[in-house]
């Protein structure tokens, strides 16, 4: 399984970006796809995950934000990131998860500076 994410940059406070990662190559049927960042010095967190299904879960931090979508026909997940913060900073990278197991992506940097 490959999963290429991109989208990522340096963006000023209260712009916008739009992650996507897709994945390719053979997998288990997938249940659910997200986005997890980690800022430096910190842990990994969830930003937002959507099930095939289409029910979400975001982070309290990025509600109202963020908007996560699925092309299911594609295997692609998106991440609309609106009214950036610096707190927002950090690598994020992409999860698909399937029956079977979890895939991660590289990661795409994001840097909210003015």
Do not use: H
């Not at 000023?12 to 249940?31: D, E, H, K, N, T």
């Not at 990278?93 to 590289?106: D, E, H, K, P, Y």
């Amino acid at each position: 399984v490959q999963l290429q994410a991109s989208g990522g940059g340096l963006v000023q406070p209260g712009g916008s970006l739009r992650l996507s990662c897709a994945a390719s190559g053979g997998m288990f049927a997938i249940v659910a796809m997200g986005w997890y960042r980690q800022a430096p010095g910190k842990e990994r967190e969830l930003a937002a995950i959507m099930s095939t299904a289409g029910t979400t879960n975001y982070a309290d931090s990025v509600k109202g934000r963020f908007t996560i979508s699925i092309d299911n026909a594609k295997n692609t997940v998106y991440l609309q990131m609106d009214s950036l913060k610096p707190e927002d900073t950090g690598l994020y990278l992409c999860s698909v998860v399937t029956v079977r197991n979890i895939n991660w992506g590289q990661g795409t940097l994001v840097t909210v500076s003015s």
